[in-house]
């Protein structure tokens, strides 16, 4: 089967062609740096820029991937969660593609396509995915931080989520606290990397609860104090790395302990990790480390396929297909608050 993918549930305009599990191509143009000047997403300015660059980007992944319309059995596009005005431009293009080809149309969920990413490559989904489940996922990104257990292809339940602001999201407003460039993530990543991560004690929020939940609002609030308490500290290089440092390691602290907590609690012997905040180099460090000292296996996405990707979007889509899953109809609509089923 050959499919072609599209992803706007935020700020990047992705296109992928899918062929039998394999990835062919994959195109994304980011906005990263138009909403820097904001210091965030502005939605509106994200849709406007879905419309510019997504012929464009369509007509790049069929020519990369040496592929015309005509050859094409299928079409997917995110159908949520993510940002209404972003959504409807993939979501409503992807169904008149669909229509005017005469072929089938899947609305995909985006996390649910997170859970399949770690298994992208130069082979098929199966060959791996099969001797990896069942396993614990971690799903750790800007608007959502959540652990599911993956008990087979397309069955899963969610173990728990963000009870407030999640972990990239807390990156990022940190960052803004200290003055950094937004997106603060990769930043805070690379400055962390030549500090010290003992200099200050940031709150573990829920770190001992025996929940699956998440919540980094209070570690943001410490921070905010902290800074107001000792504003010369941003005056001082070392002392920015050493912060950045003692934040990253408070919030990789509780996402590796609750991740591993669920995998020893579940019987698992396979953790997977996707996102955007699984670029981050201490987290895929620390998830390393704890998987090998308990002899679980890890499996990360790739970082290119980390962020939002539309190459995630056609592998899921695709599964669907090949079970018999029902396509979505041409008078759905966009789902902003889409829940994994």
């Given at each position: 089967m050959t499919l072609l993918a599209l992803e706007t549930s935020c700020d990047e305009t992705s296109a992928a062609v899918v062929r039998d599990g394999v990835v062919l191509s994959t195109i994304v143009s980011s906005q990263v740096r138009m909403h820097a000047e904001y210091g965030g997403v502005v939605?509106?300015?994200?849709a406007r820029e879905h419309l510019r660059n997504f012929q464009p980007v369509v007509r790049a992944a069929l020519r990369e991937a040496g592929i015309g319309a005509e050859q094409l059995e299928a079409i997917a596009a995110t159908q949520g969660p993510g940002l209404p005005t972003a959504l409807?431009?993939?979501?409503?293009?992807?169904?008149g593609m669909a229509f005017a080809l005469n072929k089938p149309f899947i609305g995909a969920h985006h996390h649910e396509a997170h859970l399949y990413s770690p298994w992208i490559g130069g082979s098929p989904l199966h060959s791996d995915f099969e001797s990896f489940v069942p396993n614990v996922s971690l799903i750790v990104s800007g608007g959502h931080t959540m652990l599911v257990h993956v008990e087979g292809l397309l069955k899963h339940r969610v173990l728990g989520g963000t009870i407030d602001d999640a972990a990239g999201e807390c990156f990022d407003k940190t960052g803004k606290l200290m003055g950094l460039a937004y997106p603060a993530g990769p930043v805070i990543d690379r400055l962390a990397e030549q500090g010290n991560p003992a200099a200050h004690t940031f709150p573990r929020p829920l770190l001992s609860d025996p929940s699956?939940?998440?919540?980094?609002?209070?570690?943001?609030?410490?921070?905010?104090?902290?800074?107001?308490?000792?504003?010369?500290?941003?005056?001082?290089p070392q002392s920015v790395r050493d912060l950045c440092a003692s934040?990253?390691?408070a919030i990789v602290e509780v996402l590796v302990t609750?991740?591993?907590?669920?995998?020893?609690?579940?019987?698992?012997?396979?953790?997977?990790?996707?996102?955007?905040v699984t670029c981050n180099r201490a987290l895929r460090s620390a998830l390393d480390a704890a998987c090998q000292k308990f002899r679980i296996k890890l499996r990360l996405a790739e970082k290119?396929?980390?962020t939002d990707n539309a190459?995630?979007?056609?592998?899921?889509?695709?599964?669907?297909?090949?079970?018999?899953?029902?396509?979505t109809s041409f008078d759905a609509d966009i789902a902003p608050g889409m829940q994994i089923a």
């Open positions: 939605p509106e300015l994200a409807l431009v993939g979501f409503k293009a992807g169904q699956d939940d998440f919540s980094f609002s209070g570690l943001k609030t410490s921070v905010r104090y902290f800074i107001r308490d000792h504003p010369a500290i941003l005056d001082d934040v990253q390691a609750k991740t591993l907590r669920a995998a020893k609690r579940l019987g698992v012997q396979c953790v997977t990790a996707s996102g955007g290119s396929l980390c190459a995630m979007i056609g592998i899921l889509a695709e599964q669907k297909l090949k079970i018999g899953l029902p396509a």
